[in-house]
């Protein structure tokens, strides 16, 4: 079974400061892929950051960069020099198979505040 | 960028109303598309999986006749949930992706109230 774990329900963070926002995955898959997306209140789901399985270096997007440990099943997002429009709440998703049919499965999110 | 269009964006109605929503992909032609149903302060649940030309597949415990499909192109997929019920008001939000190993794209959502 493919499983995608967050265990933050929340995080507060000051301004400038980073942040790393945990999620931890298991699959049998040898081929997946790992996202991360931000959900502001307004509820629209921004798509920040993509690792593949088989990439060897961390992905980074601007401020995000994913810290990637295969054998650990970790994708850690780190945030750095946090804003306050940073504040948001942050899913980590990943695309597995299941039955040969692709599947993208969520975390049940991280709650992030940035502080002034 | 990939852009996706949802509308509309907030529906309140009657029970027993049937409510149609749409997903379209407007700078791309996408492969699948998803509709996932999020309730408050919770992660999403993925609904089915749309692929163009074919039947939806379905998640267990989602009802087919409920939730209705339709993916008549690879540009757009619609959502009908038939005959609304209160117990059906969620955010329902939806995604499509070029192909499999790029990123799905969302949708701003449908705020669904069902009174």
């Known amino acids: 079974a493919q499983k995608i774990t967050q265990t933050q329900p929340g995080m507060f963070v000051q301004e400038k400061e980073a942040v790393t926002l945990d999620c931890t995955y298991d699959?049998?898959?040898?081929?997946?892929?790992l996202f991360w997306y931000k959900q502001p209140s307004s509820g629209e789901m921004i798509f920040l950051i993509y690792q593949g399985s088989y990439d060897q270096q961390n992905a980074t997007e601007g401020r995000y960069s994913l810290n990637f440990q295969k054998a650990r099943k970790s994708a850690n997002l780190v945030i750095s020099a946090s804003q306050l429009g940073d504040s948001a709440m942050y899913f980590c998703a990943m695309r597995g198979t299941t039955s040969g049919t692709y599947k993208y499965i969520f975390g049940t999110g991280t709650r992030l505040k940035v502080l002034a | 960028g990939a852009v996706v269009s949802q509308h509309p964006s907030w529906v309140i109605c009657k029970s027993g109303t049937s409510v149609k929503i749409e997903c379209r992909s407007l700078d791309f032609q996408a492969t699948t598309m998803f509709w996932y149903r999020q309730f408050p302060k919770q992660s999403l649940m993925l609904m089915a999986t749309s692929n163009e030309g074919s039947k939806a597949t379905y998640e267990q415990g989602v009802e087919k006749d409920k939730f209705l499909i339709n993916h008549a192109s690879l540009t757009l997929s619609t959502l009908t949930v038939t005959s609304a019920h209160p117990e059906d008001s969620s955010f329902y939000i939806c995604?499509?992706?070029?192909?499999?190993?790029?990123?799905?794209?969302f949708g701003d959502g449908t705020r669904l109230s069902i009174l």
């Open positions: 995604s499509a992706i070029r192909q499999v190993d790029q990123p799905q794209h």
């Open positions: 699959t049998s898959d040898p081929s997946y892929g």
